[in-house]
């Protein structure tokens, strides 16, 4: 998958369930950052981190939490308070400041409540 | 913040001819425009970036061109293929800082008709 790598593919939860979704990287990339999907919309963002133990909120954070205390790791929790959380949710990596080609995205998580 | 509109939101075109794809940015401190395709259930790809100091950059069957004055960026597919048939998404963000939030436009599904 191309150094990042998201768990699992498909996840199903049922109504007043947390669930985690897993987004693993190997490129040494200092930030991360997820985003949701929605049929027919673009990425939105919902939290990203620019350092080990930092993290802030996107422009759609209620309901979610993160947590990054690895490099390389940057967990999402979707919580029960995450009303409509059915989506297609994607964890992408990048660089530090100037340069670079941009974010590397994962495979996704395709949540569905049950 | 960065607000990004897209167009159209889907296009058909005949296999051969050109495809063009539309967006506006309302951050005139943005400094970095990629664009990402995305096939049917797959991450996002970056398949052209461009950044501020530049007009126009091509690859190929694609090229990207950028009008800073009027805060808009384009992408030009030529000699379509059916491979082409793809989501594909605007974005943009300031690359000054450690973490890049890319904001997306709302996608442009193509469909590259044999």
């Not at chain 1, 593919?9 to 669930?19: A, C, H, I, P, S």
């Not at chain 2, 793809?86 to 997306?104: H, I, K, N, P």
Request: aromatic share 10%; hydrophobic share 30%; net charge neutral.
């Amino acid at each position: 998958d191309g150094g990042i790598t998201q768990s699992p593919k498909y996840l199903f939860r049922k109504e007043g369930q947390n669930v985690t979704l897993s987004c693993e990287q190997n490129l040494n990339h200092d930030a991360m950052y997820w985003y949701r999907q929605d049929p027919g919309q673009g990425l939105r963002l919902i939290y990203y981190s620019q350092i080990v133990n930092d993290f802030q909120k996107g422009d759609i954070a209620e309901g979610y939490s993160v947590s990054r205390e690895k490099k390389e790791s940057f967990p999402l929790t979707v919580t029960s308070a995450q009303k409509n959380p059915t989506a297609f949710y994607l964890c992408a990596s990048s660089n530090k400041g100037t340069g670079g080609h941009g974010y590397t995205f994962g495979s996704g998580t395709r949540l569905t409540v049950v | 913040g960065e607000n990004v509109e897209q167009h159209p939101s889907t296009l058909s075109v005949q296999e051969g001819d050109s495809a063009v794809i539309k967006c506006t940015y309302s951050d005139s401190a943005s400094n970095y425009f990629p664009w990402y395709k995305q096939e049917l259930g797959k991450r996002p790809q970056l398949i052209i970036d461009i950044r501020s100091n530049v007009g126009e950059k091509k690859d190929q069957r694609i090229a990207v061109t950028l009008n800073k004055t009027a805060k808009h960026f384009s992408l030009h597919i030529t000699e379509t293929q059916p491979e082409d048939s793809a989501v594909y998404f605007c974005a943009a963000t300031w690359e000054g800082g450690s973490a890049r939030q890319l904001t997306f436009g709302s996608g442009t599904q193509l469909t590259v008709l044999p």
